[in-house]
């Protein structure tokens, strides 16, 4: 004979032991969550960057779960700030495209160099007047979702300057980048590629950044974004050596499909 189910009295929040109230705030589920962006000089070229959040609403509950929360839930965001890599997936590209990648590498490192004397938590944000320019920065002000742009730009900063995990094939800090590739078929395919990564590194290197190809992904095919599908493509690893590339951009291995599900998909 089966027992009907017992309904579960509703209860306070508050009424629980202030130990599983902690245990509660400390496990509030993170999420990533994908935008994209366009450079006005080309528009049909996209690319996608990763938002990583802690889910702060929790905050606004009451004045004691405010004292309660806050610590925990700020360190958390520190400590996901740190420990992921900014992530980038950028659209077809041939040579000498790539605007808008170049140009957010570039605010990214704005906002590293002046963090430079402060505390993780005490340094400047730039604004996007600040991080970008030209006809560039006048289209990203037109645009509510620039916001989150301008967030990632921010965490990125913040993760290539206080990071303790330096990638260990190179010894730098990475911006995790995963390319769409053209039809082309051989070495014409990663060329222009691994010149791009080349001419990011020439400049990043010095201050102990490199952007690292975490994997390729072919043009025209559908890409999931979400974590739950059934169909999920893997990025596909390079071997620049065997391409005589890797004098411009170290070879990375091949991406776990639990790598890419926990880390690039919502």
């Given amino acids: 004979m089966m027992r009907g ?3 579960v009295e509703p209860f306070r929040f508050l009424d629980l032991p202030k130990e ?3 245990l509660v705030y400390e496990n509030l589920p993170r999420s990533i969550k994908r935008h994209q962006t366009r450079h006005p000089d080309e528009p049909s070229h996209r690319l996608i960057f990763i938002i990583k959040s802690v889910p702060v609403a929790i905050l ?4 004691l779960v405010y004292r309660e929360a806050r610590p925990l839930l700020q360190a958390s965001a520190n400590a996901f700030t740190r420990d ?3 992530r980038i997936i950028d659209g077809i590209s041939g040579r000498g495209e790539g605007r808008m990648l170049d140009a957010l590498v570039r605010a990214i490192m704005k906002q590293v160099h002046v963090l430079h004397d402060h505390e993780l938590g005490q340094g400047p944000c730039l604004t996007l007047s600040q991080l970008f320019e030209g006809r560039l920065r006048d289209s990203l002000s037109s645009k509510r979702n620039s916001r989150y742009l301008v967030k990632f730009v921010h965490q990125a900063g913040h993760y290539l300057k206080y990071s303790s995990m330096p990638n260990g094939a190179t010894g730098l800090r990475a911006i995790e980048l995963v390319k769409y590739t053209s039809t082309l078929s051989g070495i014409g395919r990663y060329w222009a590629l691994g010149a791009d ?3 990011l590194n020439s400049r990043l290197n010095p201050d102990g950044v490199a952007v690292m190809c975490a994997g390729v992904l072919p043009a025209g095919v559908a890409e999931t974004t979400n974590r739950t599908s059934r169909d999920v493509l893997i ?3 390079i071997n620049f050596q065997a391409y005589g590339l890797e004098c411009y951009v170290p070879s990375s291995r091949q991406m776990e ?3 890419w599900v926990e880390g690039w998909l919502e």
């Fill in 20 to 22: 599983l109230r902690l």
């Fill in 60 to 63: 606004s509950t009451c004045k």
């Fill in 257 to 259: 499909e639990s790598h």
């Fill in 5 to 7: 189910n017992k309904e």
């Fill in 235 to 237: 990025p596909q690893h």
């Fill in 197 to 199: 990564l080349h001419a």
């Fill in 84 to 86: 992921i890599p900014p």
